[in-house]
């Protein structure tokens, strides 16, 4: 049982040949739905807790909390941390909106970060200049955006310099690592999304956060239960955010599965970079040698000015496209509004130009030629042919 997820052009000319990503359920996995069924306990029981413990493991940490979704993973994990009001808490410019709302909901004052060029993720020399600046730093939220990790070793010693907690927004890379230690677990707690396009998913919304604090665990499971602790003794203003078993059964399934799911994305983006890495039409991301990226998404640069045309001319050709994301995450009206401008203009020009491709671990051969084909056949009619240093056809 597969299903596809497209983000082409709101008028496909021709059927979709290559959707943008490919969300796959096995018999095992209905198997295990059926199963909690069957057995009437639908809500905290085993399954959470063996979907908790598998994945602590999987993310070298000593606790595993899981919650409704990615973003109650972030709003609650703060609040564990104790943010709030009269707090400052850095963010990049670069990320999901998500990353940035709990900050406002829980009443603190986001400080956007510009992004690193070549990693798009927070830039390490822009963060230190921002903590030097403030008069009140608190945390820093760091995205590892599109399953590439951040510059966490830099992060982490601004951070331990500056006594400020560390949140780790890991919705897009699961299982991704940093000096082969994995993500999720390198700062004060990590924060996890299962969405149906993330790399792995619980068959539904679904979120996890990760943690070495034994007291911040055990805050978060009274957060996600209306604030009810083991005593049963309601300790804080909490609400449900529970993950039902049904879901935590499917994750349990899925994460079993995610080793091999990488590989199958990083196949799919070595072909992509062997192909298009001269192409004058975009420019393919960066690796770093420190990390393991996981692609969860494939970013290729276009020139200004180019994205719309880009994206139908592929739309025309049956190839799904996405945008992640458009403008930077300050600009967004709900954020424009109650923060002070900020400027992060390496991640306005990114956000400007950056188009995703096709991206899942079951891309045939077929599909990502057909991909690149159609990149390879835009470069052609629309003349660019030479390469600019720091644009398309660049990448380190």
């Known amino acids: ?13 021709m059927p979709e040949s290559v959707p943008f990503t490919d969300i796959a359920m096995d018999d095992a996995m209905v198997e295990r739905v059926e199963s909690v069924l069957r057995s009437g306990r639908h809500v905290k029981g085993d399954e959470c807790e063996t979907f908790e413990a598998n994945f602590a493991a999987a993310c070298e940490t000593d606790h595993a909390v ?30 999901y909106f998500a990353t940035v709302s709990p900050v406002l909901e829980l009443g603190a004052t986001p400080r956007f970060v510009d992004i690193d060029p070549d990693r798009y993720t927070m830039d390490p020399d822009a963060l230190r200049a921002a903590v030097e600046a403030s008069d009140d730093p608190t945390a820093v939220a760091v995205t590892h955006m ?19 907690l560390v949140i780790e927004d890991a919705a897009q890379a699961h299982l991704a690592t940093v000096d082969g230690d994995p993500v999720g677990g390198l700062g004060d707690i990590g924060c996890f999304s299962f969405y149906p396009t993330k790399n792995m998913t619980v068959g539904g919304d679904g979120g996890m956060v990760t943690t070495d604090d034994e007291a911040v665990a055990r805050q978060l499971r009274a957060l996600r239960n209306h604030g009810r602790d083991e005593t049963g003794e309601h300790v804080a203003l909490g609400l449900n955010y529970r993950l039902d078993e049904t879901n935590a059964a499917v994750g349990d399934e899925q994460l079993a599965r995610l080793p091999e799911w990488i590989e199958g994305r990083r196949r799919a983006a070595s072909q992509y970079d062997r192909r298009l890495g001269d192409c004058p039409a975009v420019a393919t991301p ?16 276009v020139s200004t000015g180019e994205r719309k045309a880009f994206r139908a001319f592929l739309d025309e050709r049956g190839v799904a496209t996405g945008i992640h994301y458009d ?30 491709l096709p991206m899942h671990p079951r891309l045939t ?8 084909a159609a990149v390879e056949a835009f470069a052609d009619e629309s003349g660019q042919v030479e390469t600019q240093p720091g644009g398309p056809g660049h990448s380190e």
Do not use: K
């Open 327 to 356: 403008r930077p995450v300050q600009e967004q009206p709900a954020v424009r509004e109650r923060v002070e401008p900020a400027e992060t203009p390496v991640a306005a020009a990114y956000c400007a130009r950056t188009v995703s």
């Open 365 to 372: 051969d077929a599909e990502i030629e057909t991909v690149c």
């Open 286 to 301: 960066a690796t770093v040698e420190d990390a393991t990226h996981v692609y969860h998404h494939y970013p290729v640069q």
């Open 146 to 164: 599109h399953g590439q990790p951040a510059a966490m070793d830099e992060i982490l010693d601004i951070a331990d310099g500056n006594d400020l």
């Open 66 to 95: 899981g919650v409704s979704n990615g973003t109650a993973a972030l709003l609650l994990g703060m609040q564990a941390l104790g943010i709030g009001p009269g707090d400052t808490v850095f963010v990049p410019g670069h990320t």
């Open 1 to 13: 049982m597969r299903q596809s997820y497209g983000r082409g052009s709101a008028t496909p000319r």
